[in-house]
């Protein structure tokens, strides 16, 4: 998809390595956009540097970082990096998550400390930061999860940890609409990712792809387009958490 409004703006994707946020990183790049790619761990290096080359050979402009986001400082590290190496930021995009599948009467407090570390208090703090950071007409995007309209057990951490970031969503675009930045929120499925795969035994995943209306897992593929439409022409929907899942689940 080509779209000439991505041309010469600035990109910053946390979780831009790989899977969805790997995919945005080189379609936002494919239409002339600087990238600013955060990844997490060195087991997400070489999938880092494989995207980062292959934006190079777009003849794109992007730059690694790499840092542990729960802790805030490296969140305003890699914006205030971001700034110094492009002049400034139009569009920031989250897509960090980390999913945990495990009963209520088991999930210990390190556990649940973790999960909201990840889900919620990075989401947090990426949005404050982009609300600092971002040039006027800026866009915001958050990765969420179609858990938060399911009706189900076992995921109490991962849906609860994401759903505060619904709120953010709403409070942000209020707080930053008079600077003309909209805020968002995409809620895909389950996404055919090893990020839903480690979790999930083979029953289940028949399960999931039985769900949807449509039939099957959430692409990547089917997601990026949504996002790429909210950070450009899709500007005037702000405030709002998306639904993007083949009619897995709806509110």
């Known amino acids: 998809m080509t779209n000439n409004n991505l041309k010469g703006k600035v990109v910053l994707i946390t979780g831009g390595a790989k899977n969805l946020g790997g995919l ?23 999938e880092a540097e494989k995207t980062l080359s292959d934006i190079h050979k777009l003849g794109g402009e992007a730059f690694l970082f790499q840092a542990d ?19 400034g930021i139009d569009i920031a995009i989250n897509t960090v998550g980390m999913v945990l599948k495990k009963s209520f009467l088991e999930t210990t407090e390190k556990e649940y400390d973790s999960m909201f570390d990840i889900n919620s208090k ?53 707080e930053f609409g008079s600077r003309g930045i909209s805020v968002t929120g995409v809620a895909p499925g389950p996404m055919d990712t090893p990020f839903f795969y480690g979790q999930e035994t083979e029953d289940a995943v028949a399960y999931h792809k039985s769900a949807s209306a449509l039939g099957g897992l959430t692409k990547i593929e ?6 790429e439409f909210l950070v450009t022409d899709g500007w005037w929907i702000t405030g709002q958490t998306i639904f993007a899942n ?5 509110r």
């Not at 083949?246 to 709806?250: E, R, S």
């Open 246 to 250: 083949g009619g897995y689940t709806t």
């Open 222 to 227: 089917d997601i990026a387009p949504l996002v």
């Open 69 to 87: 986001l729960t802790k805030v400082e490296n969140i305003a590290t890699f914006f205030q990096e971001t700034k110094n190496r492009f002049g």
């Open 24 to 46: 945005l990183s080189r379609n936002f790049a494919s239409n002339g956009a600087k990238i600013a790619i955060h990844y997490n761990s060195d087991s997400s290096k070489i």
């Open 122 to 174: 990075v989401a947090y703090f990426f949005i404050q930061e982009a609300g600092k950071h971002l040039n006027d007409n800026g866009k915001i995007c958050s990765i969420v999860t179609s858990l938060l309209a399911a009706y189900t057990g076992l995921y109490s951490t991962y849906a609860g940890a994401k759903a505060p970031v619904e709120h953010f969503t709403r409070m942000a675009s209020k």
